[in-house]
């Protein structure tokens, strides 16, 4: 029942007892993640992260006007956001001209690091990387897979289901510094998928805030790595 909200008639009865399709990702009930918002709660878990960035927003908004830019934007929220649960990843949030996905065992299993690598192939491919005339919008991908706290951050009347941690600020690094139609992939993350990293560019990076280097394995779209 978690993973099959009700819908029809039946459906609007269980939204009566708190049972309907999840925001963040309606293939699955919001009815538990709800009591941690309630009641905020949250545990320290293993998980995969991806933050995905738009390259150059800010030339891209010089050059059209800011309804132009607003309606680029919503296109692509729509689609990272459709990736996402696609792929059995959480919908965490947008912010400016990025997007932020939690994947976590209890919806994407031991799969969650290859999850949010196969996830971060798919953006790429949907935002056009693949295409011969290029990119309709360039995005640069970070995955970071590791420990963190997952549950409800914030006051009680304001707060809101996310992550936080060492292993999110890595991965948010890492997307940071990805270049279009890159997806920087953490080693941890990289091990845990089954990454076949023979082929692939290894990067030494010093990412800010970090007080040791990062290694990141470089994927490009297009190309099919996780074994």
């Not at 919001?30 to 949250?42: I, K, P, V």
């Not at 010089?62 to 132009?68: C, D, L």
């Not at 080693?187 to 990062?214: F, N, V």
Request: include cysteine; charged fraction near 20%; glycine fraction near 12%.
């Amino acid at each position: 029942m978690c993973a099959a909200p009700f819908g029809g008639p039946v459906g609007m009865l269980m939204r009566l007892r708190g049972r309907a399709p999840w925001p963040k990702n309606p293939d699955y009930c919001g009815a538990c993640f709800g009591l941690l918002d309630r009641y905020h709660g949250g545990a320290e878990i293993d998980s995969s992260f991806l933050f995905a960035d738009i390259r150059g927003s800010t030339t891209i908004a010089e050059g059209i006007s800011p309804t132009a830019f607003r309606t680029l934007l919503d296109r692509f929220y729509d689609i990272a956001a459709n990736v996402l649960v696609a792929h059995d990843g959480i919908v965490d949030k947008f912010v400016g001209d990025e997007v932020v996905g939690i994947f976590i065992p209890a919806l994407a299993h031991d799969q969650h690091p290859a999850r949010a690598i196969a996830a971060g192939r798919s953006l790429l491919d949907a935002t056009g990387h693949r295409d011969p005339g290029g990119p309709w919008l360039p995005v640069g991908v970070g995955v970071a897979t590791g420990i963190a706290f997952v549950g409800s951050v914030g006051e009680t009347h304001t707060a809101v289901m996310t992550a936080l941690g060492d292993v999110v600020n890595v991965a948010a690094r890492l997307a940071a510094a990805a270049g279009a139609g890159e997806i920087l992939v953490h080693d941890g993350a990289a091990e845990r998928a089954g990454l076949d990293t023979d082929s692939l560019e290894l990067r030494r990076l010093e990412l800010k805030g970090r007080t040791q280097a990062t290694n990141a394995y470089v994927m490009r779209a297009g190309r099919a790595e996780v074994a």
